[in-house]
């Protein structure tokens, strides 16, 4: 076996591994004698059949073993040839394998970068207070009272805070929205729908809540629409102007609730102080898991500026196909069309592959502390694993154990990250923190 490794990048190397016939055909006479070993053929006993029948029978599946055999073979020579410690597989050439004849297969490989593991002890982080104030309380009660407020129809005309019935059609420079966004009718005549009278947030049509306060049941107006220059939702409307004709159905205001008995009850309160209070409890809680998680953000942006080194391209792509697939599955649960991916395509994958290379540098960096730190994987954080994937999917803990125990590379995944959010925390725990006022 002659081995001859080329140097490609910093990362990548070429494996060229030329086999003699001999070797080749040892291979080839192993897989043929485990063939022959559990097959089971009619009138012979298992082990017993003839070679040459069993070849016929089982050829592809004897030829397709033999083939990775050979390259398995090529591929662990080669690496520990020079103790390469292969990141990824890029590229596999095969070449021509046959029985009895010499093979030479070629591997392309990317390693792992060789680099200094930058200081990770006192990482500064900031953090904000955590204490809920006044405000945040009595914006939370008006919250709840507005849940579960009851709308009452009203004969005056419409003011903030009203929801109004109206039906309405809309038009651009005289042509029908309809004929313009034929595939999104909802924003070009709806006979029924309910809108908010000046509401904080914006409705479907963008500003038609704004134009509603002063209309009374029965009125009928024309309201001009100005759509933003990008416009997501429908791109055929976007920079348009657009008029659309209102005919208001009914008005009801929105009448919150007393803060009485009952309604402290349905909160799970005895009154104002102790409902105050639980929310308090919430309000610290949520903020301080909001402090945590950024705290994580800011340990894993501080050590990967602190180092720079080349990254294995097969690594990057396949974090790229990653973060490709949760931006556009994300995208899609809020409605975007797929016309608008194609437009930004060059942005957004220009974008993914930016944060593709942060997530692999951050990975190799931390992987190299976790070993230095001698972070491992202990029994109990394979039990809070099964707990939180139990409570995210519904599924029986015995499934998921066994599928950890049947898929290996599952296995090796799971393993990795819970080393990756073990050394995140790590690093946070010896972090160095200053608490920041929230900006106004």
């Known amino acids: 076996m002659n081995i001859q490794i080329n140097d490609l990048s910093a990362t990548r190397k070429n494996l060229v591994v030329s086999l003699e016939a001999n070797e080749v055909d040892a291979e080839h006479k192993a897989v043929v004698s485990q063939f022959c070993r559990l097959a089971q053929l009619p009138g012979f006993r298992p082990g017993k059949a003839p070679v040459a029948m069993v070849i016929k029978r089982y050829g592809k599946d004897i030829e397709g073993e033999f083939r990775q055999k050979v390259v398995s073979k090529a591929f662990q020579e080669a690496t520990s040839k020079d103790d390469i410690a292969v990141a990824a597989v890029a590229k596999i050439?095969?070449?021509?394998?046959?029985?009895?004849?010499?093979?030479?297969v070629t591997i392309t490989v990317d390693v792992h970068p060789e680099f200094e593991v930058p200081e990770y002890v006192g990482l500064p982080t900031e953090v904000s207070a955590v204490d809920a104030t006044e405000q945040e309380i009595?914006?939370?009660?008006?919250?709840?009272?507005a849940e579960r407020a009851e709308f009452k129809t009203v004969e005056r005309a419409a003011q903030k805070g009203d929801y109004v019935k109206l039906?309405?059609?809309?038009?651009?420079d005289?042509?029908?929205?309809?004929?313009?966004?034929?595939?999104?009718?909802i924003y070009a005549k709806v006979p029924q729908t309910w809108e908010e009278v000046e509401g904080e947030h914006e409705g479907l049509i963008p500003g038609l809540g704004k134009q509603l306060a002063g209309l009374k049941t029965g009125d009928k107006k024309d309201v001009t629409i100005e759509f933003p220059a990008t416009f997501e939702a429908v791109p055929a409307l976007a920079g348009k102007s657009a008029v659309y004709s209102l005919e208001i159905q009914e008005v009801r205001e929105r009448v919150l609730p007393v803060m009485d008995e009952a309604f402290f009850k349905s909160q799970n309160a005895t009154d104002l102080e102790t409902l105050?209070?639980?929310?308090?409890?919430?309000?610290?809680?949520?903020?301080?898991?909001?402090?945590r998680s950024g705290q994580r953000r800011q340990v894993i942006d501080a050590v990967c500026a602190k180092v720079d080194f080349p990254l294995p391209e097969a690594l990057v792509e396949g974090e790229l196909q990653s973060v490709l697939r949760q931006f556009i599955e994300e995208n899609m649960r809020r409605g975007v069309p797929q016309e608008q991916f194609e437009k930004d395509k060059k942005e957004i994958v220009e974008g993914a592959r930016k944060a593709a290379a942060q997530r692999v540098k951050s990975q190799l960096i931390l992987s190299k502390i976790a070993e230095k730190e001698k972070i491992e994987v202990v029994e109990r954080d394979f039990d809070a694993y099964i707990y939180r994937e139990t409570m995210r999917t519904g599924e029986k803990p015995e499934k998921i154990v066994k599928s950890l125990t049947e898929d290996r590379d599952h296995l090796r995944?799971?393993?990795?990250?819970?080393?990756?959010?073990?050394?995140?925390?790590?690093?946070?725990?010896?972090?160095t923190v200053s608490t920041v006022q929230p900006k106004a």
């Open 93 to 104: 050439d095969e070449g021509t394998i046959e029985p009895g004849a010499a093979a030479t």
């Open 138 to 145: 009595d914006a939370i009660v008006e919250g709840m009272r």
């Open 167 to 172: 039906g309405y059609e809309g038009k651009v």
């Open 174 to 185: 005289g042509k029908p929205v309809a004929e313009i966004a034929a595939d999104r009718q």
């Open 276 to 291: 105050r209070a639980s929310i308090r409890e919430n309000v610290k809680g949520q903020k301080e898991m909001q402090n």
């Open 413 to 431: 995944s799971v393993q990795r990250g819970i080393i990756y959010d073990k050394t995140v925390d790590f690093l946070v725990s010896k972090a």
